[in-house]
């Protein structure tokens, strides 16, 4: 807020930031100093800012005259910080696109399909009409079961915990990728280096996080290949890992493969059938315990997913895991 000379009377403490400004935040001052002229003259005025950081934000701008009993006093100019909202609108956008997306290729293959059926007379490709079917219709109950587990993870205020050995989820999580790892050629090794340790958490929930896990290093593998889980106590945490020999993600797109339908390679990933939801789950199911997931990887050598829980998560209390140690 500044008076009818321009000097200034009042800054809130957010407003800090642009008293001695740099980078982004120095174009911001430059627009502040512009609308307050525009206050100071008796006009109101606002601007919306796009700011592309680091970090990426936006700013809505608001500059109002100040005056009494038709004097002029001043101006002051509000600052709002959208950035969030934004954020959470676009995802919001994309998300509705991209679930018609997913669900389009589905239901359109299926009307195909099921016209050719209608006037199609030999058995032979009425037997294969018929598989395709089969297989487009499982990849859209996928999609759906996929929408609904994250809906759930998401909307759910905190994960039912219990006990349970962390040797049975490791061995759950495997056995629910056996089938797709055995067609494919690849063999997954498991490392308990924890015998013994039980983890606090939804047994369903975690499961189905390291099996997305697997199941995602199992597309993304070469036949013959060895897909290797490994869990660890490191510190004060639980680490799980799983690494692959597959063909690695670009450095541009490490920091959005937990992003839903987040596709690095849209070919492979038609080919692989995914539905782009596996690494989102994961990431929830993962916060939603506590604790945090990140990926290294190296185009062409493969790709390491580490998950970290807290100790705390974890009863190392065992005999048996006291013994090992």
């Given at each position: 807020m500044?008076?009818?000379?321009?000097?200034?009377?009042?800054r809130?403490?957010?407003?800090?930031?642009?008293?001695h400004?740099r980078?982004?935040d120095a174009?911001?001052?430059g627009?502040?100093a512009?609308?307050?002229?525009?206050?100071r003259?008796?006009?109101?005025a606002?601007?919306?800012?796009?700011?592309?950081?680091?970090?990426?934000?936006?700013l809505?701008l608001?500059?109002?005259?100040?005056a009494?009993?038709?004097?002029?006093l001043?101006?002051a100019v509000?600052?709002y910080?959208v950035?969030e909202?934004?954020?959470?609108?676009?995802m919001?956008?994309d998300?509705?696109a991209?679930?018609?997306h997913?669900l389009k290729?589905?239901?359109?293959?299926l009307e195909i399909?099921?016209?050719?059926l209608?006037s199609?007379t030999?058995p032979l490709?009425?037997h294969h009409?018929?598989?395709?079917?089969v297989k487009?219709a499982?990849r859209?109950?996928?999609?759906?079961d996929?929408?609904?587990d994250?809906s759930?993870?998401?909307t759910q205020?905190?994960?039912r915990?219990e006990?349970?050995p962390?040797?049975?989820?490791l061995?759950d999580?495997v056995?629910?990728v056996?089938?797709?790892s055995?067609?494919?050629?690849?063999?997954?090794e498991?490392?308990?280096?924890?015998p013994?340790?039980s983890?606090a958490c939804d047994?369903?929930q975690m499961?189905?996080?390291?099996?997305?896990l697997?199941?995602?290093a199992?597309?993304?593998s070469?036949?013959d290949?060895?897909v290797r889980?490994?869990?660890a106590l490191e510190?004060?945490?639980l680490?799980i890992t799983?690494?692959?020999?597959?063909?690695?993600i670009p450095?541009?797109?490490?920091?959005?493969?937990f992003?839903?339908?987040?596709r690095?390679?849209?070919?492979?990933?038609?080919?692989?059938?995914g539905?782009g939801?596996g690494?989102?789950?994961v990431r929830h199911?993962?916060?939603?315990?506590?604790?945090?997931v990140?990926?290294?990887?190296?185009?062409?050598?493969g790709?390491?997913?580490?998950?970290?829980?807290?100790?705390?998560?974890?009863?190392v209390?065992?005999p048996?895991?006291?013994?090992g140690?």
């Open positions: 500044v008076d009818a000379d321009g000097q200034e009377v009042y809130n403490a957010a407003a800090e930031r642009y008293r400004p980078h982004a174009i911001a001052a627009v502040i512009e609308l307050l002229e525009h206050a003259a008796g006009r109101a606002d601007r919306e800012l796009q700011l592309f950081g680091p970090p990426r934000s936006v809505e608001q500059a109002f005259p100040l009494a009993d038709g004097k002029p001043g101006g509000f600052v910080d950035s909202i934004h954020r959470v609108d676009s919001r956008r998300f509705v991209n679930v018609s997913e290729t589905p239901i359109g293959a399909l099921a016209e050719t209608e199609e030999d490709v009425t009409m018929a598989e395709l079917v487009e499982a859209l109950a996928q999609i759906v996929d929408l609904l994250l759930l993870i998401e205020e905190a994960p915990r006990p349970v962390l040797a049975v989820l061995d999580a056995d629910r056996r089938r797709a055995d067609a494919a050629g690849i063999k997954i498991v490392a308990d280096h924890a013994g340790a983890v047994r369903r499961v189905s996080a390291i099996a997305n697997l199941d995602n199992v597309k993304y070469e036949r290949s060895t889980l490994a869990a510190g004060l945490h680490e799983v690494t692959d020999e597959g063909i690695g450095n541009r797109d490490l920091e959005r493969i992003e839903r339908f987040y690095v390679d849209h070919a492979r990933s038609r080919d692989t059938g539905t939801l690494l989102a789950i199911v993962v916060h939603a315990h506590g604790g945090h990140s990926v290294s990887s190296i185009e062409g050598q790709s390491t997913f580490r998950v970290v829980l807290p100790l705390e998560a974890v009863d209390r065992s048996k895991y006291e013994e140690r």
